[in-house]
C-alpha cells in the first residue's frame, strides 16, 4: 500500500509542478515580450472587475467541487476497500483544481494582452500560483485519504 500511495503522490506531482511551471512561462512570455500593438482596451477596468468576479468565484468553488468528485469514490472505498477507483478519483480532483487554477492565471494573461497592465497579470497570477502551492500533494495526505474510519490509519511516511 505505501508503494501505491508514493507512486500516486509522485504521478501527482510530476503533473502538477508541469501546471505550475506553465505560470512561469506565462510569466516568461509578459516579461519578455513587449506589446507589439496598443492595448485594445486601454480602459479596461470593467473587465477587470469582471474577470476578478469570475475568477473569485472559481476560487470559492475549487474546494466544494473537490470534495464532491471524492464523495461517491470514498463511500464505495469504506465498504470495498480497493484503493484504485479511489486514488482515479483523487487524481482527477487534483487536476481538476490545478486546472481552474491555470484558469485564473489564464484570466490575468488575457487581461493583460487586452489592456496592457502587468500588473493585473501579476496578482491573478499570484493567486493562482498560492493557490497551487496550497494544494500540492503530499504522500501524508493520500494516505489520509485511505484511512477508514474506525480502523487504525495508513502510516505514511511526510518526506514532503
Not at 63 to 86: H, I
Amino acid at each position: 500500500m505505501l508503494e501505491t500511495v508514493a507512486r500516486h503522490t509522485r504521478r501527482l506531482q510530476i503533473v502538477c509542478a508541469a501546471l505550475l511551471a506553465s505560470l512561469a512561462g506565462y510569466a516568461g512570455v509578459v516579461t519578455a515580450v513587449p506589446l507589439a500593438v496598443p492595448p485594445a482596451l486601454p480602459q479596461g477596468e470593467p473587465l477587470l472587475w469582471g474577470f476578478a468576479f469570475l475568477a473569485a468565484v472559481n476560487l470559492v468553488t475549487i474546494m466544494p467541487v473537490y470534495r464532491a468528485m471524492l464523495a461517491g469514490p470514498r463511500r464505495v472505498y469504506t465498504v470495498g476497500q480497493q484503493p484504485e477507483r479511489l486514488l482515479a478519483a483523487h487524481f482527477s480532483a487534483h487536476i481538476v483544481a490545478f486546472a481552474r487554477l491555470e484558469g485564473v492565471a489564464v484570466l490575468g494573461l488575457v487581461l493583460y494582452f487586452l489592456t496592457g497592465r502587468q500588473d493585473w497579470f501579476w496578482i491573478f497570477t499570484g493567486v493562482a500560483a498560492v493557490g497551487m502551492v496550497l494544494l500540492w500533494p503530499k504522500r501524508n495526505k493520500v494516505g489520509a485519504l485511505l484511512a477508514v474510519p474506525g480502523e487504525p490509519g495508513l502510516q505514511v511516511p511526510s518526506s514532503r
